[in-house]
């Protein structure tokens, strides 16, 4: 299935990826010392692309994705002010990114609905065990890149199953609980390695 996309929607995902992307590029320099201020933010912010803002994107996209399936209408939007907080509060070593979110439209029961919102922190479970053999792999920035994947993806997925409105996980409790408990466990053991390593 081919997803489908309204230009303003294009532009409101890029806008999230650069914003998100640049907010954990700015949190992480300081991790990259040895390489200097500026050097260490582009490269920082190089790396968040792929690792922060493509994990995001992925998510998005499997919640719209999964939503169009069962024929409903799902556009991205991005949130401009949260944007801009995730950025501000990355200075002070802290992000809050709730960069918008994937309105959908159509009707659909528990199960599916269920299925739309665990897609996303599932993505970024999948993404997670993707890049962790990286981390073991490689040495220096490759290492650091693969790690930065690995966790960022972990701590994604687990945020996002905060069974609380407005968090996916709300909607996978309400349908499964089974579901919802193996996978917040998964992510929050994968949470523990990031910082174990």
């Not at 599916?112 to 040495?139: D, E, K, M």
């Not at 690995?150 to 994604?156: E, G, K, P, V, Y």
Request: hydrophobic share 60%.
């Amino acid at each position: 299935m081919r997803l489908r996309f309204k230009k303003s929607e294009l532009v409101d995902l890029i806008k999230a990826w650069f914003a998100i992307s640049l907010a954990f590029g700015i949190l992480s320099t300081s991790l990259l010392r040895p390489l200097g201020l500026f050097n260490g933010f582009l490269v920082a912010f190089s790396i968040s692309l792929v690792t922060a803002g493509f994990g995001f994107v992925v998510h998005e996209l499997s919640h719209k994705f999964v939503a169009q399936k069962f024929y409903c209408s799902a556009e991205f939007k991005s949130n401009d002010l949260m944007l801009v907080f995730a950025v501000l509060m990355s200075f002070a070593g802290f992000i809050f990114a709730a960069p918008g979110a994937v309105i959908i439209n159509g009707s659909v029961n528990k199960k599916q609905n269920g299925l739309i919102s665990v897609s996303g922190p599932f993505s970024n479970f999948v993404l997670a065990l993707l890049f962790l053999p990286g981390f073991f792999l490689f040495s220096g920035l490759l290492r650091f890149f693969f790690f930065q994947g690995f966790f960022i993806n972990s701590w994604l997925g687990l945020f996002n199953m905060i069974p609380f409105i407005p968090f996916d996980g709300v909607h996978v409790f309400k349908w499964n609980k089974l579901v919802y408990f193996l996978l917040a466990g998964f992510l929050l053991v994968l949470v523990f390695v990031g910082f174990s390593l």
